[in-house]
């Protein structure tokens, strides 16, 4: 079993819908979860990230964390055009390895 | 500008002609890795560095050797390069220890080496 896995997609949503991406991990010794986007001939950048279950907001985007049952998901409220990418989730250990396990990413297309 | 800058951005060589792709920072980053992206598998990492002199092998180090002289410098060799080692590299870097979590282990990437191997 994969450590984090993530649909591929690609998942392709009009202008201005509500855009949910999701992953699951199996490892509970991770202490926080990032979300980076990619857009395409780029490399990955981060988006935001969170420390713990619950919800973080910033501006259009929401990631939620549920520890209890190990699932990430990101929300893209008002999609634009511009959001199109691969958005690849990130669980870290923390700690002296300062290591990071992608998910494989998920390709998002939106369309005008 | 901070950035992370690899070069060259592409690529084509032969199986066995040693290459090096460098990879350079200019944040004064103690944390420097390398990861290759395939379809379907994400990005695995091959080697990373806590810090000068200092490096460990990642998932799939196998084919790579990499060094650390300097913070800022951290290349990657293919000593004998092989058709599966077709792929996209990325270089990254982050704070390290000198950050706190998790943003001391934000990593930043660079744009991308995309190599095919014939």
């Known amino acids: 079993q994969k450590e984090v896995e993530q649909d591929p997609g690609p998942l392709s949503v009009p202008e201005g819908a509500i855009v949910s991406l999701n992953c699951t991990y199996s490892n509970s010794a991770f202490q926080y979860f990032m979300w980076y986007r990619q857009y395409s001939r780029k490399g990955p950048e981060l988006l935001m990230y969170t420390y713990s279950s619950g919800n973080k907001e910033d501006g259009r985007f929401t990631a939620q964390v549920d520890k209890s049952s190990k699932y990430i998901s990101l929300f893209i409220r008002d999609s634009q055009p511009s959001d199109s990418a691969t958005y690849l989730c990130a669980p870290g250990y923390g700690g002296a390895t300062n290591k990071l396990i992608f998910g494989t990413g998920t390709l998002l297309a939106v369309q005008p | 500008e901070a950035q992370v800058t690899q070069n060259p951005r592409y690529l084509i060589t032969v199986t066995g002609k040693k290459l090096t792709v460098t990879c350079s920072q200019n944040?004064?980053?103690?944390?420097m890795s390398w990861y290759r992206q395939d379809p379907g598998l994400g990005l695995r990492q091959i080697y990373y560095s806590m810090n000068v002199e200092v490096t460990d092998k990642g998932d799939v180090p196998e084919g790579y050797k990499v060094s650390r002289k300097e913070k800022r410098n951290f290349p990657l060799i293919l000593e004998s390069p092989s058709p599966n080692q077709t792929s996209l590299y990325f270089c990254?870097?982050?704070?390290?220890?000198?950050?706190?979590?998790?943003?001391?282990?934000?990593?930043?990437f660079g744009p991308g080496t995309r190599l095919t191997v014939l």
């Open positions: 990254a870097s982050s704070p390290g220890t000198s950050g706190n979590p998790p943003l001391g282990d934000t990593q930043y």
């Open positions: 944040m004064n980053h103690e944390y």
